[in-house]
């Protein structure tokens, strides 16, 4: 088909108002540095996430502390010649951490990285920002900040009001972009295009999901 539409973005709890960090998940190497959610400094609202690392860890790092949530729970070869930006809010106090940065993911995994940027936070709010162009599919987009532990006096970083914004007209779900290949394999249809592999369900063509997503 050749149908297409222009999206709408959100990012649920991209401020942090609902309370424990709802619809994030985090991670760390050590115990040394953690998210959570915290009341002490928010940009807006009355809530924000806060990474915290101890005083000269006690195993030496540097260590990081991963921040992550899923974005889309489609397939992203719809996104193919738009454009995401994200957008997100940052400080530290006390101390500076180690590294800062925003990834964009193409797995849940956490392995196939789309794009990233790495900002310096300073002492007061300031925004930075993540953008991406898509030019193939994902199966989903995941995304995650980051902050590593500076082996230096204890400190923190607070991050809020994090958006997500799309630009651009995408093309039809279902479409499979240039096929290269058709197959029949155990009793169905497949095709391999220049955006994956899809099989042919009883109304239309659904991209495999864990195919590589540029085969």
């Not at 940065?101 to 925004?127: C, H, M, N, R, W």
Request: include cysteine; charge should be negative; hydrophobic fraction near 35%.
């Amino acid at each position: 088909t050749t149908a297409s539409y222009t999206p709408t973005a959100t990012i649920e709890n991209g401020g942090f108002e609902t309370s424990g960090l709802n619809g994030w998940s985090q991670s760390s190497d050590t115990a040394d540095i953690s998210w959570a959610d915290a009341t002490a400094n928010p940009r807006t609202g009355v809530r924000h996430a806060r990474a915290t690392w101890t005083a000269y860890a006690s195993n030496p790092g540097p260590w990081v502390a991963r921040l992550r949530r899923q974005l889309t729970t489609a397939e992203s070869s719809i996104l193919n010649g738009g454009a995401i930006t994200i957008d997100i809010y940052a400080m530290y106090n006390t101390t500076a951490p180690g590294t800062c940065s925003i990834k964009l993911f193409g797995d849940s995994g956490y392995t196939q990285e789309i794009a990233s940027a790495t900002f310096v936070p300073t002492t007061s709010y300031v925004k930075y920002s993540l953008s991406h162009t898509f030019t193939q599919g994902y199966v989903g987009l995941f995304l995650q900040i980051l902050v590593t532990d500076p082996d230096a006096p204890a400190g923190s970083v607070d991050v809020d009001d994090v958006a997500v914004t799309f630009t651009g007209t995408t093309s039809n779900p279902t479409s499979p972009n240039t096929v290269v290949k058709l197959l029949n394999f155990n009793s169905a249809h497949y095709l391999v295009s220049d955006s994956g592999v899809w099989k042919r369900t009883a109304a239309n063509w659904v991209r495999v999901s864990g195919s590589p997503p540029d085969i």
